[in-house]
């Protein structure tokens, strides 16, 4: 018996081999489990970036058209036409109170936050885990 145990190879070995398909099986398992987490992460990620982007698109625009408005408001004043000013004073005034209530309303977008629990408790317990196997030896 121990003739042919010692020609056994390492591989060849069944106790090595069930713990060889073990470990594998674990870092399938975690390594599944790894990737779900990551891309749920990224998911949220994107989400919360792509409503960003779209706030500041959205404010840029705003802008650009207060800046054509402003251009045009100084324009008439530097000709001094103030019979073109007083013709769009009522257009200007609706058109700043109307660009103050929808830059009142608009907020800035809500971001998922998100938090991984149990991550702890999952270190602890593969450590724990990965100490309680042991090899016991003794001599027959």
Same mark, same amino acid.
């Given at each position: ?23 594998? &099986? ?20 994107? /989400? ?11 404010? /840029? /625009?705003?802008?650009?058209?207060? &800046? ?12 001094? +036409? ?9 257009? &200007? ?10 830059? &009142? ?11 991984? +629990? ?9 450590? +724990?885990?990965?100490? /309680? ?8």
């Amino acid at each position: 018996m121990k003739y042919t145990t010692e020609l056994m190879t390492v591989n060849e070995n069944p106790t090595i081999e069930k713990i060889t398909k073990t470990f594998k &099986s674990l870092r399938a398992i975690l390594t599944k489990h790894e990737n779900e987490l990551k891309e749920k992460i990224c998911t949220i990620e994107k /989400r919360n970036k792509d409503l960003v982007e779209i706030f500041q698109n959205e404010l /840029r /625009r705003k802008q650009e058209e207060l &800046s054509k408005r402003n251009k045009d408001f100084e324009g008439i004043i530097s000709v001094k +036409d103030y019979t073109k000013l007083l013709q769009d004073h009522q257009n &200007s005034v609706n058109y700043l109170m109307m660009t103050t209530q929808e830059l &009142s309303a608009h907020k800035y977008p809500l971001t998922t936050k998100y938090r991984i +629990d149990e991550i702890q408790e999952l270190q602890r317990t593969v450590a +724990d885990t990965t100490q /309680r196997v042991h090899i016991y030896e003794w001599q027959e």
